[in-house]
């Protein structure tokens, strides 16, 4: 893992679901204080700019329209003049970015961007999606709107706003209102921001890239305490009641994958399903590298190429691979795996 | 012929199935191949005869066509079951498929 290498974190999350004021919270907090930001308003007229009470030279506001529908060039070319401005000196040394999306954009697409013309830079690493959820209209919202699911599904970490507007959020309506975000991504950790206040350790380090050791952190990044292993399966364990589209679930596995098996198996997916994978990360046992564990993951269609880790992060050597997915079957991803593996193997004895 | 498909394979075809939403189910024959039935069209799966260098081959309505792995099975059979479905080939990266050292 590169240790020069710059987070990105993504917040998102639905119109009027607090992403602004959070993040204006955030920026007035001493760890906050070298961060870059993209803010990115559905509309001609931008007002979140105006609204974040931070050094100018590091917000950059795209106004070109929502960002998911032009990322690939606006994105890219706007982390691209960001860096540069750094080099030469002409804004401060950020050592974060965030970019705040429009509420009404897919961050599939952005994620994307992300893991591939940033990565190919090597400068730029994700470093976490934050999802905000209105506490008083979630339930309405999440009903309603497909693009809020995926908000929520995606997120590494979630955040509960407005807590203090909804009074009816009676002791039963709260556990619900958590189980329905679990229906969606069970792997997240739910936090709590009181008027936009939160600590910004709990919010943005939550990416494979822990800024903190400058190293990759993966047990947080898999929220390995959240797929926990108390269900007594052996392979996987799913985490969203039956009726829910979008699932998550965890792949375990004991014996090492050959790195072609999964190769062909991370292509396989993305040919049959890639539109519904909304998420995949995970940390493989190599057979040809027993030692230095590969970490994998994906948005949809677009898998980041593996990387390495030095050293495994603890005693457990299992290969760990969530997934969040729409109507992708878990016992489908987990035969796959395995006929493919097990077809590699047959190969490589010369079967 | 090679020694018949497993059980996984056919496993792993049902859930295909399942997973790609189309009406079908696999069952093994008295000479061991896959065949799916209930569906538009005649699918059969065998292992390749040894001699090739294919490992399976897929009959899809009398129409016999090699596959090179059970990747390509999934795609002639996906093909065949499901008009909506092209082909999306990803290569994954010119990555290194293990750590440089």
Redesign the interface.
Same mark, same amino acid.
């Given at each position: 893992m590169n240790t020069d290498v710059i987070p990105v974190s993504v917040l998102t999350g639905f119109l009027g679901s607090g992403k602004t004021t959070m993040l204006r919270h955030l920026l007035g907090q001493t760890e906050f204080a070298r961060t870059a930001v993209i803010i990115n308003e559905f509309g001609e007229i931008g007002l979140d700019h105006d609204l974040l009470a931070a050094s100018q030279d590091s917000i950059i506001e795209l106004q070109t329209g929502c960002l998911c529908c032009k990322v690939r060039t606006d994105l890219a070319e706007t982390l691209a003049d960001l860096l540069r401005r750094r080099d030469e000196g002409r804004c401060m040394p950020f050592e974060r970015i965030v970019i705040e999306t429009s509420g009404l954009a897919d961050p599939a697409p952005i994620l994307q961007t992300l893991m591939t013309d940033i990565a190919v830079a090597g400068r730029l690493v994700l470093g976490g999606v934050v999802t905000t959820v209105d506490a008083v209209n979630a339930a309405a919202t999440l009903a309603r709107e497909g693009i809020s699911q995926k908000q929520v599904a995606v997120a590494d970490r979630i955040v509960l706003t407005k807590l203090d507007l909804s009074d009816d959020l009676t002791d039963s309506a709260r556990p619900a209102l958590l189980r329905r975000l679990e229906t969606f991504n069970a792997g997240a950790p739910v936090l709590i921001a009181d008027h936009g206040r939160i600590d910004p350790r709990l919010v943005f380090d939550a990416g494979l890239y822990d800024p903190a050791t400058k190293s990759a952190d993966v047990t947080a990044w898999l929220a390995e305490e959240s797929h926990g292993h108390a269900h007594g399966h052996t392979n996987g364990h799913a985490h969203a009641r039956h009726d829910a589209e979008i699932k998550a679930y965890a792949l375990l596995r004991q014996e090492p994958i050959r790195? %072609?098996a999964?190769?062909?198996f991370?292509?396989?997916l993305?040919?049959?399903?890639?539109d519904d994978i909304l998420r995949l990360k995970g940390i493989v046992n190599?057979l040809?590298?027993p030692d230095?564990p590969a970490v994998i993951h994906g948005v949809q269609?677009v898998?980041?190429?593996?990387s390495?880790l030095d050293r495994w992060p603890s005693d457990d050597r299992r290969s760990r691979i969530v997934l969040i997915t729409r109507? %992708?079957?878990q016992?489908?991803v987990e035969?796959?795996l395995?006929?493919?593996d097990?077809?590699v193997a047959d190969?490589a004895v010369g079967g | 012929m090679s020694a018949a498909p497993d059980d996984s394979v056919l496993e792993l075809l049902a859930q295909s199935l399942l997973a790609w939403r189309v009406a079908g189910h696999v069952e093994r024959t008295s000479d061991g191949a896959l065949v799916i039935g209930g569906c538009a069209k005649n699918i059969r799966i065998d292992r390749a005869p040894p001699d090739l260098m294919f490992r399976w081959m897929v009959t899809v309505d009398g129409r016999q066509r090699p596959a090179i792995s059970l990747v390509a099975v999934l795609r002639q059979v996906r093909a065949a079951l499901d008009p909506g479905y092209t082909a999306n080939r990803v290569r994954i990266a010119a990555a290194p498929l293990v750590p440089s050292q």
């Open positions: 790195a %072609v999964l190769m062909l991370l292509e396989a993305a040919e049959h399903c890639g190599i040809e590298s230095r269609h898998f980041h190429p593996p390495f109507r %992708v079957p016992r489908w035969v796959l395995e006929a493919i097990a077809e190969v | -």
